[in-house]
């Protein structure tokens, strides 16, 4: 292998590709199947783990006195799962893995009822805050780039 073939390799050009099959739309607290498939490239790779994260962002604008407004944001895991199993994965060849995460969004206090729960929608529609949720899936390549595919999912309360 010359050095350019090295530097491909390194790059994961033309080496393994992940896909990603899990719902766009869950209702919170449910579990969800995500499969997740890997594809081997031209290369032989070494594949260390296959893993799976659950992700929500909330992000809000805060105006301080002056008018001066700034974008806030806090990402916070959810769920993850991992499989460990280390595997040499040849050019062509397709593993899958099956893997099921509990979806259990943090709604900030929009959820409650009675006058605390009008507060709370209130205060959110006030800071313009927003979640939003992903899941994102990766192979881990020894010696490369990691292979990645992230998918957009709407929580339903």
Do not use: C, Y
């Not at 073939?5 to 080496?15: E, F, H, L, Q, S």
């Not at 393994?16 to 995500?34: D, F, R, Y």
């Not at 050019?91 to 995460?101: L, Q, R």
Request: hydrophobic content about 35%; proline content about 2%.
């Amino acid at each position: 292998m010359g050095l350019f073939d090295k530097v491909k390799g390194a790059m994961n050009i033309g080496g393994a590709k992940l896909s990603l099959e899990a719902p766009n739309v869950v209702q919170n607290g449910e579990t969800i199947e995500i499969k997740v498939s890997v594809l081997g490239g031209k290369l032989e790779q070494i594949i260390t783990g296959v893993e799976v994260v659950v992700n929500q962002r909330d992000s809000w604008t805060e105006t301080k006195l002056g008018g001066e407004r700034n974008q806030k944001w806090k990402d916070t895991i959810l769920a993850k799962k991992e499989n460990t199993e280390k595997f040499t994965l040849t050019p062509g060849e397709n593993k899958e893995f099956i893997f099921s995460i509990p979806v259990n969004a943090i709604s900030g206090g929009s959820d409650q009822e009675g006058m605390l729960g009008t507060l709370a929608k209130l205060n959110n529609m006030a800071q313009s805050k927003k979640h939003e949720w992903h899941i994102k899936a990766q192979a881990k390549i020894e010696e490369s780039i990691d292979a990645s595919e992230k998918s957009d999912l709407t929580v339903q309360f």
